[in-house]
């Protein structure tokens, strides 16, 4: 058994590599009764600034979870600082047990940072780590991965930086221009339904969000910008092995 968060594929994608009973975190959320019992439970979650977006973070302070293993895959594009560290220990202050977690990195889909053109051009090799993965899961191996020192600093760094200016990364600087076509996707790929059409146009509900960019990154019309820094707004991503269904099925609110 396995649970998803993904805003463009990237987990949702790896999830169904490891196993044949995944669901979505936004859709498991609607349920008031969160007790699951397994042999083998994972959860999949993409790293945010090294931490657990925080939708992931609300599910796993609701679930009651039985299982005999559980581990942590968390997704990263270009540094995953302490992700593994962080979410183990996150996880035992809801008295779990991690026996595993580890790191897989993908293509970067953070707007404001990185081009997602030149991230798809590097191979990051995805299927030889994936192979890792499932060995070490197979063989129920117990492991945390531990960060690096300059893991560590980058994730104190970042955490200053989104601390003072919290406006870079909590959602505020999305921004739904003109281009807009009121087609209506970026408010069912939405996992928290902040967005909603009015006289035929996309309008966000609430100022913050998750920042997972799903919006932005789903929108046909590239409609949907960072108003402080967009690395490059004719680039927009999605996992190529996910469609935009199945983005729309896992997270519409």
Not at 5 to 25: M, R, V, W, Y
Not at 94 to 116: C, E, R, W
Request: hydrophobic content about 35%; proline content about 4%; glycine content about 4%.
């Amino acid at each position: 058994m396995i649970f998803y968060f993904s805003a463009t594929g990237n987990c949702l994608h790896i999830s169904h590599q490891l196993d044949s009973n995944t669901q979505s975190i936004p859709q498991v959320l609607k349920n008031d009764h969160l007790v699951f019992e397994d042999e083998v439970i994972g959860i999949v979650t993409p790293v945010y600034a090294g931490e657990m977006p925080h939708i992931v973070r609300r599910f796993i302070e609701k679930a009651t979870f039985k299982t005999n293993y559980f581990y942590i895959i968390s997704t990263y594009g270009m540094n995953d600082s302490v992700a593994s560290e962080w979410a183990s220990q996150f996880c035992e202050k809801q008295g779990i047990k991690v026996h595993y977690a580890n790191t897989l990195q993908m293509v970067d889909n953070y707007l404001p940072s990185f081009d997602v053109d030149e991230q798809k051009a590097i191979d990051k090799k995805i299927p030889e780590q994936l192979a890792i993965i499932k060995e070490d899961l197979n063989q129920r191996r117990n492991y945390i991965k531990q960060p690096t020192e300059d893991g560590r600093e980058k994730y104190n760094l970042v955490k200053i930086r989104f601390t003072e200016h919290p406006e870079i990364n909590n959602g505020e600087q999305i921004e739904i221009t003109d281009k807009c076509s009121g087609c209506g996707i970026c408010t069912r790929v939405c996992p928290i339904g902040n967005i909603k059409l009015v006289d035929g146009k996309a309008v966000k509900i609430n100022k913050t969000c998750e920042f997972c960019l799903a919006c932005a990154n789903n929108c046909p019309s590239k409609a949907i910008i960072m108003s402080i820094s967009d690395k490059n707004s004719n680039a927009r991503f999605r996992n190529e092995n996910v469609s935009l269904q199945e983005i729309i099925k896992a997270n519409e609110q």
